[in-house]
């Protein structure tokens, strides 16, 4: 392993990055912080969308993970085929027996979410990630769904997260009931150079460098190669400290980013 060469306690930019391991200075995060802030303390519907590779579900994780547990109930599930599954993995998620008719399913989960906030005084929070591949039918039933009370009241905080036509299929005239319902739309852009070199330095420091291991010319190759996205530039990194390793080498310099570039799927899938 290169991090005892480097003198470095984790990997830069992590998959798992939260706390001090996740880069929260960049403006996109900024503005999807004072809108999850708002939808904490007046639940409803956020839609948060990026390209891929950007770090919008990482963002929502480094989120929810500041909130106090007792407190509140963060439930993450990944895109359902169908409504019913959906309902079915959330009653599940809640530790109830899902029931096999949708109206006693929403009955019972709408009774469960009541308890949460009422009795319990637990806000639950919702993530449905990869939205973008869920159908028409889908969206005309949750706007149903999140009616409580005679639509007096918004019981759950729920983000919707996916690529770029998530976005388009909400704007369709069919999905305007819930598209009334969204209180923040956010689109999460790739970093300019600015950020994403802010990024790599605070990606550095948290993972316990005490010098500069990587040099301008592999930053700006870094950067270009990635074209600002994160998660591209974490494995490239990554690739880039192996290969210095391997080349007995104490400095990441242009010729051992090329490298890790050409050796590289990810690099290569970039670069096409």
Request: glycine share 6%; with cysteine; proline share 6%.
């Amino acid at each position: 392993m290169y991090h005892q060469r480097f003198g470095l306690t984790g990997h830069p930019l992590p998959k798992d990055a939260q706390g001090k391991t996740f880069f929260d200075k960049s403006p996109g995060f900024k503005k999807l912080e004072r809108a999850f802030r708002q939808l904490i303390a007046d639940p409803g519907l956020g839609v948060l969308t990026a390209d891929a590779g950007v770090g919008k579900t990482a963002a929502l994780r480094h989120l929810c993970a500041q909130l106090p547990k007792p407190d509140y109930l963060v439930l993450y599930l990944c895109a359902a085929v169908g409504p019913f599954d959906f309902y079915r993995a959330l009653a599940l998620e809640l530790g109830l027996r899902p029931a096999h008719r949708r109206a006693e399913l929403w009955a019972s989960l709408k009774k469960s979410l009541l308890h949460l906030v009422d009795e319990r005084g637990i806000a639950p929070i919702l993530i449905l990630d990869e939205a973008q591949h869920l159908s028409d039918t889908f969206f005309i039933d949750l706007s149903a769904f999140l009616n409580f009370a005679f639509d007096s009241r918004d019981l759950l905080t729920l983000w919707l997260v996916g690529l770029p036509p998530l976005a388009r299929h909400l704007r369709m005239q069919q999905h305007a009931p819930l598209a009334m319902r969204i209180v923040h739309y956010l689109h999460l852009e790739p970093l300019d150079r600015e950020a994403f070199s802010a990024m790599i330095d605070h990606a550095f420091k948290a993972a316990g460098a005490t010098q500069n291991i990587l040099a301008d010319s592999a930053r700006e190759l870094l950067f270009r190669t990635s074209r600002g996205l994160p998660r591209v530039a974490a494995h490239l990194l990554q690739r880039a400290l192996y290969e210095a390793h391997e080349r007995n080498q104490n400095f990441i310099d242009d010729h051992i980013m090329e490298a890790a570039i050409e050796q590289s799927p990810v690099g290569q899938v970039v670069l096409a």
